[in-house]
T-cell receptor, first 113, second 114 residues
């Protein structure tokens, strides 16, 4: 059973556009959600965390969480070629699984100059 | 600078050989984790540790072993029982094991079979 689903992409957007990355999850009790950016050959880097329904903004990044729909998204405004990377959605499990992060397989984003 | 240091960056294993991957952190984090990443795949948890001298199996612990003798260190041994060890290994740490604490990653070790 897949717990975190992401479109593998590639998602291609022109420079300056808004990139929208989506993630759905199956565990209704999940409380904490994270977005990581992973450049090719590198380790994941934390971009955003979100815990409550609604939007959270940090610079060009906005995370959106809808627990009723079991959906979390990441918007990147004014996309730059340096944003080209794989974006991993992760969530922290509930109850006995709250120690672990469960990761999606990631969405590859390409920003074209 | 505070961070997580993994070494070596690249490692090659011969048949029947055990190899140990190093992970050291100076963030004063309580919890440490080992993940494996295969091409096009998400991260899979191998082992985790919440405190010194205690660790738990993750989802794919077979063929691996760990120790946590110091808060700063959480080495991973890939044993000869792990028949498909070629992967990107990532060590992570967090202030606590649950709640809102994010995990932060080291730079990783790439392991290949000779």
């Amino acid at each position: 059973q897949k717990e975190v689903e992401q479109n593998s992409g590639p998602l291609s957007v022109p420079e300056g556009a808004i990139a929208s990355l989506n993630c759905t999850y199956s565990d209704r009790v999940s409380q904490s959600f994270f977005w990581y950016r992973q450049y090719s050959g590198k380790s994941p880097e934390l971009i955003m965390s979100i815990y409550s329904n609604g939007d959270k903004e940090d610079g060009r990044f906005t995370a959106q969480l809808n627990k009723a729909s079991q959906y979390v998204s990441l918007l990147i405004r004014d996309s730059q070629p340096s944003d080209s990377a794989t974006y991993l959605c992760a969530l922290r499990g509930s109850g006995g699984s709250n120690y672990k992060l469960t990761f999606g397989k990631g969405t590859l984003l390409t920003v074209n100059p | 600078d505070g961070g997580i240091t993994q070494s070596p960056k690249y490692l090659f294993r011969k048949e029947g050989q055990n190899v140990t991957l190093s992970c050291e952190q100076n963030l004063n984090h309580d919890a440490m984790y080992w993940y494996r990443q295969d091409p096009g795949q998400g991260l899979r948890l191998i082992y985790y540790s919440q405190i010194v001298n205690d660790f738990q199996k993750g989802d794919i612990a077979e063929g691996y072993s760990v120790s946590r003798e110091k808060k700063e260190s959480f080495p991973l041994t890939v044993t000869s029982a792990q028949k498909n060890p070629t992967a990107f290994y990532l060590c992570a740490s967090s202030m606590g094991q649950g709640g809102s604490q994010p995990q932060h990653f080291g730079d990783g070790t790439r392991l290949s079979i000779l």
